[in-house]
């Protein structure tokens, strides 16, 4: 019979599941999923093109990376009150 283990997920919604409690602080603040570290996952401004290519909807020049941090012109995809 498979043994059961205690595991912790990501707060961030990205999926990630990791086994101590110590590493997944660690992920949590450096996720892409975020808010904090506004990145191009959670940005409004995020596109994607074809050939897995990502552009920014603001012109932002991204230096070949995908995905950005800390983006002066990250806008939150979730609309705020
Ligand atoms: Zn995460």
Known sequence: MPKPITAYECIHG???????YRIMERH?????CNL????????LHDEKLTMGKFAC????EKG??????????????IAEE
């Open 14 to 20: 990205c999926g990630k599941f990791l086994k101590t």
């Open 28 to 32: 949590e603040e450096a996720c892409l």
């Open 36 to 43: 904090a570290n506004r990145t191009c996952r959670t940005c």
């Open 57 to 60: 909807g603001a012109g932002v």
């Open 64 to 77: 070949g990376e995908k995905i950005i941090r800390h983006c002066p012109q990250w806008t939150n995809t």
